[in-house]
């Protein structure tokens, strides 16, 4: 008798231990899988099923219709980044330099270029030069963020607009062409940042004190510096940089613009006068009269 209960027992026990396994072990005799497995396992089979249905679907490829609709869109963004925010800026307004010193961007791929080149190095555009419209519609090459080539832009002008004595003594006769140089390079905020790095460094603190603070009172120039060292890695908080920067030196700009217009009105007065003696000659005015 007890042999027998012994042997129900085992029995029972295997029977026991292979319900379990069924239940914790998948079909394919895998690893022991959850219920949630489980219900993840059925929800793929029938992800499956619908994919396998839905692969005779042909893929939906982009127009060219909708393509030239992107494309228009992204240079109507581009265009209203350097109008609303690179053109009102105050060193734009009053840059000093002449025209050829200024830089501007290719409409074709947005990257910066001298105004006296005639070929873009980038997607090797001719200026000012009609080309193919499919080519201008649906650029193959390479399109540089509209943001950082306007950032850049911005950066080059306000510093360009600034004095030798703005900057350190190093700064104008060496590191200047390598720091513009590498300037055009940039290709990402990060290395943004480190040009912009290298620009607050070669600042004259104390050129700034002695000819920007005095006509500036809203703008404390300890505001700017401090906001560059703690300001977020956004593009958006460099463009506000940017333009705290510019709103400083600007009464110092303007103030430099009235004294180069201030001669321009002695000379119409003397032109004014030299009319009126010439008319004077042609028409004299008789005494008698």
């Known amino acids: 008798m007890d042999d027998f209960f012994a042997a129900e027992y085992r029995r029972r ?11 914790t072990s998948s079909g394919d005799g895998s690893s022991p899988i959850s219920d949630v497995d489980n219900i993840l396992a059925s929800s793929h089979s029938t992800d499956s099923c619908s994919s396998a249905s839905a692969a005779v679907v042909p893929e939906i490829v982009d127009s060219k219709e909708e393509k030239k609709k992107r494309w228009d869109r992204l240079q109507a963004y581009d265009r209203w980044i350097w109008s609303c925010f690179y053109s009102t800026l105050n060193a734009v307004k009053n840059y000093k330099r002449s025209y050829m010193e200024s830089l501007t961007r290719c409409e074709s791929c947005h990257d910066l270029y001298w105004r006296d080149e005639k070929h873009c190095k980038l997607c090797h555009t001719t200026f000012e030069m009609i080309f193919d419209l499919d080519e201008r519609d649906f650029p193959a ?3 540089l963020p509209s943001q950082l080539q306007a950032l850049k832009a911005a950066v080059h002008v306000i510093e360009g607009s600034m004095p030798a004595g703005a900057f350190s003594s190093a700064w104008k006769s060496s590191a200047h062409k390598l720091w513009v140089k590498r300037l055009r390079r940039t290709s990402s905020l990060p290395e943004l940042l480190q040009v912009l790095a290298d620009l607050v460094t070669a600042m004259n603190e104390e050129w ?4 920007v603070l005095p006509l500036h009172s809203a703008m404390p120039l300890d505001e700017v510096m401090a906001y560059f060292q703690t300001m977020p890695q956004t593009t958006s908080a460099v463009a506000l940089w940017i333009v705290k920067l510019d709103r400083l030196i600007a009464p110092y700009l303007e103030k430099v613009q009235s004294k180069i217009n201030l001669p321009c009105r002695p000379r119409l007065k003397e032109v004014v006068e030299l009319s009126l003696r010439a008319y004077q000659l042609v028409h004299p005015i008789s005494v008698d009269s």
């Open 208 to 211: 700034l004190y002695e000819n």
């Open 141 to 143: 090459h390479k399109v």
């Open 13 to 23: 026990q295997t029977a026991g231990s292979n319900r379990f396994e069924l239940s």
